[in-house]
């Protein structure tokens, strides 16, 4: 990593220590700082990512995926942050993907970068996403694989209130006028973890997409 500005990863991760190790070193080219927020794994998920090279944190008791990348966001801001990117612990998301996504901030052409994931979607996803790409322009709303400037966290003063699955900060800047871009990624199988603590792709993981459906519906 060349670039001048401090660019912070911010992981949110539930008892993944078969793949949070690999996941940080991945990163590590990419990012000043890797912060990873265990969100009271009862696996080694903490130690592993610790050995790998991240700055990691404890959620005691935990607070789901939303409240775990909150931590992380303060932890960032206070590490001195100028972008911070939100990745996904299981190993799905691929680190040759971050420059691409980091490119429109660095060109000055975007403070809000969203990344859009290849494939179909259950159900619950579709709903809200043809809310989202039909009010906002935003097609893949609960892709993990999100970056933004500071300013955009520092105008909103938090990245979630809402228990949104991870859409309200986005959708809180680009409604204050924040430039945004779309960049597609690859996405790989995952094989291990427990990714369905946070996402659930079954119907109570569905439930819960139509529910943050609903609150955003206010913002």
């Given amino acids: 990593m060349s670039h001048s500005e401090k660019i912070v990863a911010v992981i949110p991760a539930y008892n993944e220590g078969k793949t949070i190790g690999t996941v940080v070193r991945g990163l590590l080219p990419?990012?000043?700082a890797i912060v990873v927020v265990d969100d009271h794994s009862s696996d080694n998920t903490g130690e592993e990512a610790r050995r790998a090279g991240a700055t990691v944190l404890r959620n005691d008791p935990n607070k789901g995926y939303d409240g775990a990348i909150n931590e992380g966001f303060k932890e960032a801001?206070?590490?001195g942050?100028?972008?911070i990117f939100t990745f996904d612990a299981d190993g799905e998301h691929d680190a040759k993907d971050v420059p691409r996504l980091l490119a429109p901030i660095f060109a000055g052409t975007a403070d809000i970068v969203l990344s859009q994931r290849p494939g179909s979607?259950?159900?619950?996803e579709w709903i809200f996403a043809l809310y989202t790409r039909l009010r906002f322009n935003i097609p893949?709303?609960?892709s993990g694989m999100k970056a933004y400037r500071r300013s955009v966290y520092d105008a909103i003063g938090f990245f979630d209130s809402l228990h949104s699955i991870g859409t309200e900060l986005?959708?809180?800047g680009i409604k204050k006028g924040f430039r945004t871009a779309l960049v597609p990624i690859t996405l790989h199988?995952?094989?291990a973890g427990d990714h369905s603590r946070f996402y659930a792709l079954n119907l109570k993981?569905?439930?819960?997409?139509l529910r943050a459906l609903w609150r955003i519906l206010f913002i």
């Avoid at 979607?121 to 619950?124: D, F, N």
């Avoid at 993981?205 to 997409?209: A, D, E, F, P, V």
């Fill in 189 to 191: 199988e995952r094989s």
């Fill in 77 to 79: 801001v206070r590490l």
């Fill in 30 to 32: 990419y990012a000043s």
């Fill in 81 to 83: 942050a100028d972008i």
């Fill in 140 to 142: 893949d709303p609960l």
């Fill in 170 to 172: 986005s959708i809180r």
């Fill in 205 to 209: 993981g569905n439930l819960k997409m």
């Fill in 121 to 124: 979607r259950h159900w619950g």
